[in-house]
T-cell receptor, first 114, second 113 residues
Framework: NAGVTQTPKFQVLKTGQSMTLQCAQD?????MYWYRQDPGMGLRLIYY???????DKGEVPNGYNVSRLNKREFSLRLESAAPSQTSVYFC?????????????FGSGTRLTVV | GNSVTQMEGPVTLSEEAFLTINCTYT??????LFWYVQYPGEGLQLLLK?????DKGSNKGFEATYRKETTSFHLEKGSVQVSDSAVYFC????????????FGKGTMLLVSP
């Protein structure tokens, strides 16, 4: 019973490098989300996908792109990493009505950009 | 827009002490309210929720009551354990249309033996 799986768990990038964070869920959830967590800032929404085939910007989308590959998978791409993108990234999923059920979170990807 | 304000931490308690973590919110309409817990090195886990005014959410000895008149959802536990040491996040979701979760900044709880 995996839930939400994120890869990799840790990554170090040099400024200007690109990478893709992977997320997959096995709960048949419609909606998926990417958040970043920074000290003193809580969790801030980067992008979300309300359903397969749709994506929307959240609070802090600049410097990121996303792809909803299918119902299970939602990836986050950094095209040209910057030190300001050093953070812990969390993927989450929900049945679509967050108000009723909340989210299920992955265990996170800790990214350092040097 | 929606927002959540939590008391700043860390909150430091001795084992078996009473815990209160304050949470207030700003939202239009009648949001649903949540508490999440994050243990060191892990993702967030749903602790409890309340979907309408005066509802009480409870789980693992933790409780929170949805108070619309004071726009609050304070987390309480009568007797904390060392294993409760974690970061606690208050969050809300609107109930009209499609709404995402808005989180507070989190409150770290440290419980000593």
């Amino acid at each position: 019973n995996a839930g939400v799986t994120q890869t990799p768990k840790f990554q170090v990038l040099k400024t200007g490098q690109s990478m893709t964070l992977q997320c997959a869920q096995d709960m048949n959830h419609n909606s998926m989300y990417w958040y970043r967590q920074d000290p003193g800032m809580g969790l801030r929404l980067i992008y979300y996908s309300a359903s397969e085939g749709t994506t929307d910007k959240g609070e802090v989308p600049n410097g990121y792109n996303v792809s909803r590959l299918n119902k299970r998978e939602f990836s986050l791409r950094l095209e040209s990493a910057a030190p300001s993108q050093t953070s812990v990234y969390f993927c989450a999923s929900s049945t679509g009505r967050a108000a009723n059920y909340g989210y299920t979170f992955g265990s996170g990807t800790r990214l350092t950009v040097v | 827009g929606n927002s959540v304000t939590q008391m700043e931490g860390p909150v430091t308690l001795s084992e078996e002490a009473f815990l209160t973590i304050n949470c207030t919110y700003t939202a239009t309409g009648y949001p649903s309210l949540f508490w999440y817990v994050q243990y060191p090195g892990e993702g967030l886990q749903l602790l409890l929720k309340a979907t309408k005014a005066d509802d009480k959410g409870s789980n693992k000895g933790f409780e929170a009551t949805y108070r619309k008149e004071t726009t609050s959802f304070h987390l309480e536990k009568g007797s904390v354990q060392v294993s409760d040491s974690a970061v606690y996040f208050c969050a809300l979701s609107g109930n009209s249309g499609y709404s995402t979760l808005t989180f507070g900044k989190g409150t770290m709880l440290l419980v000593s033996p």
